[in-house]
C-alpha cells in the first residue's frame, strides 16, 4: 500500500444532472475498514471529487486512527489533486469546501494525496455511480468495538 496505514479511494461522477460521490477506506492489510456512497448537491464531477475527499476526511476523522496513523487519500483527478496540495490554485468557488477540508486535515494530523493509477475504476467509482441514483447518504466503518463480521452483516442489511 505504500506510505501509510490506510488509504481512501474516493471518487465522484455526474450523471444526467445528477451528482454523487463514493469512497473505500483500506486497512494496510487490504481489508475494508469503512465506505461512503451517496447523491449530493452540485453541478459537476469535479466538486463531486472534492466532496468525496471531505466525505472521506469526516469518516476518517471519527475513528480513533485519526492524529496516529497517516491517510492516504487517492483520487483520479490530476485538477483535484492540484488543488488539494496547493491551496492558491484552488478556485474561489469552492471555498467553503475547502475551509472544511483543511479543517479536517488538521483534526487528523498526517493525510496525504496521490493519483490513483486507476482512474475512474475499482469500487469507489462503482459506489459513486451508485450514489446519484440513492435518496439517503450512506456511511459506514468498523469501529473499534465490533469485528469486521458485525460491519459485514450491517453492510448486508442496509441492501448494499
Known amino acids: 500500500m505504500g506510505e501509510g496505514s490506510f488509504k481512501f479511494n474516493v471518487a465522484g461522477v455526474a450523471k ?9 477506506l483500506y486497512y494496510a492489510s487490504g481489508t475494508i475498514r469503512g465506505l461512503f456512497s451517496g447523491s449530493i448537491i452540485g453541478t459537476n464531477a ?3 471529487v472534492i466532496l468525496a475527499i471531505k466525505n472521506a ?9 485519526a492524529g496516529i496513523e497517516t491517510l492516504v487519500v487517492e483520487i483520479d483527478s ?3 489533486l492540484n488543488w488539494m496540495e496547493n491551496s ?5 468557488s469552492y471555498w467553503y469546501v475547502f475551509m472544511e477540508t483543511d479543517s479536517l486535515i488538521k483534526q487528523i494530523g498526517k493525510v496525504n494525496f496521490v493519483h490513483s493509477e486507476k482512474p475512474c475504476g ?7 455511480k451508485d450514489g ?3 435518496s439517503e447518504f450512506f456511511k459506514a466503518r468498523a469501529g473499534e468495538f465490533y469485528s469486521f463480521e ?4 450491517k453492510f448486508v442489511y442496509m441492501g448494499w
Open 88 to 92: 492558491l490554485y484552488r478556485p474561489w
Open 150 to 153: 458485525d460491519f459485514k452483516v
Open 57 to 65: 476526511l469526516e469518516l476518517f476523522a471519527t475513528t480513533s486512527w
Open 78 to 80: 490530476l485538477v483535484v
Open 122 to 128: 475499482g469500487m469507489a467509482a462503482w459506489l459513486a
Open 46 to 48: 469535479t466538486l463531486a
Open 132 to 134: 446519484v441514483s440513492k
Open 16 to 24: 444526467e444532472g445528477r451528482v454523487g460521490c463514493g469512497g473505500v
